[in-house]
């Protein structure tokens, strides 16, 4: 099926609910004809932080919830170390909402920059909806959609103030799984000191 990459969509909700509503009715989108099934959010819809993913892995798939295979479990464990609770104090989305296809044992192919443009005005309504003070972007992808840039080496870490709000690219914790040393200077051991510069951005904007 055709898809229409520069219409106007979606427009706004009244509601996450109604969004999410209208997302799971979605068949015109460019991963519909891949079967897969649409994966939108958890967490807490009140919650000051947001982490922004790539798209859904296969467990992902399955439960229909993002983050909640062996990254997410990282993701977990990154959050809790600077004691923040991923179903108390976060809201976890993506970049794009249904797994890319290909998956047969074989590493997951990321998703292409069409359909990253396509799953991005969802994205923003999402943002708007949920309001959050911090977004932590996780990898190229999540970098790509909402800052327009690649090379997540050069660019996490730092803060980057978008529409009002602060974003910070981080490694996704997919490749901390790929990269396990703890030597100083490697991708664990950055993410640790962001993770700590996080929680002091965190406790000064967030009474
Ligand atoms: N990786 C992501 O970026 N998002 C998920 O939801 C799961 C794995
Ligand atoms: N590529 C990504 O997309 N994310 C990383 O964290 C590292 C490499």
Same mark, same amino acid.
């Given at each position: /099926?055709?898809?229409?990459?520069?219409?106007?969509?979606? !427009?706004?909700?009244?509601?996450?609910? *109604?969004?999410?509503?209208?997302?799971?009715?979605?068949?015109?989108?460019?991963?519909?004809? *891949? =079967?897969?099934? /649409?994966?939108?959010?958890? @967490? +807490?819809?009140?919650?000051?932080? /947001?982490?922004? @993913?790539?798209?859904?892995?296969?467990? &992902?798939?399955?439960? =229909?919830?993002?983050? $909640?295979?062996?990254?997410?479990?990282?993701?977990?464990?990154?959050?809790?170390?600077?004691?923040?609770?991923?179903?108390?104090?976060?809201?976890?989305? +993506?970049?794009?909402?249904?797994?890319?296809?290909?998956?047969? =044992?074989?590493?997951?192919?990321?998703?292409?920059?069409?359909?990253?443009?396509?799953?991005?005005?969802?994205?923003?309504?999402?943002?708007?909806?949920?309001?959050?003070?911090?977004?932590?972007?996780?990898?190229?992808?999540?970098?790509?959609?909402?800052?327009?840039? $690649?090379?997540?080496? !050069?660019?996490?870490?730092? #803060?980057?103030? #978008?529409?009002?709000?602060? *974003?910070?690219?981080?490694?996704?914790?997919?490749?901390?799984?790929? +990269?396990?040393?703890?030597?100083? =200077?490697?991708?664990?051991?950055?993410?640790?000191?962001?993770?700590? &510069?996080?929680?002091?951005?965190?406790?000064?904007?967030?009474?």
């Amino acid at each position: /099926m055709q898809f229409d990459l520069f219409s106007e969509r979606p !427009k706004q909700y009244p509601t996450l609910d *109604a969004l999410i509503a209208e997302m799971m009715k979605m068949e015109d989108d460019p991963l519909f004809p *891949a =079967g897969t099934n /649409m994966v939108i959010c958890r @967490g +807490n819809p009140k919650a000051k932080l /947001m982490i922004v @993913g790539e798209a859904p892995g296969t467990e &992902e798939d399955r439960q =229909g919830k993002p983050f $909640v295979g062996r990254s997410g479990q990282l993701l977990d464990q990154i959050l809790a170390a600077v004691k923040f609770d991923s179903d108390k104090d976060v809201f976890i989305t +993506n970049s794009v909402f249904r797994l890319p296809p290909g998956d047969n =044992g074989k590493p997951l192919r990321k998703p292409t920059d069409d359909e990253i443009e396509f799953y991005k005005p969802y994205l923003l309504e999402i943002i708007r909806l949920i309001d959050p003070v911090i977004m932590l972007l996780t990898g190229n992808v999540a970098t790509q959609s909402l800052l327009g840039k $690649v090379g997540i080496t !050069k660019l996490r870490g730092e #803060w980057y103030e #978008w529409n009002g709000r602060w *974003a910070m690219p981080i490694f996704h914790p997919a490749y901390l799984l790929r +990269n396990p040393s703890r030597q100083p =200077g490697s991708p664990k051991a950055l993410t640790w000191r962001d993770i700590q &510069e996080v929680r002091r951005k965190y406790d000064e904007l967030i009474p």
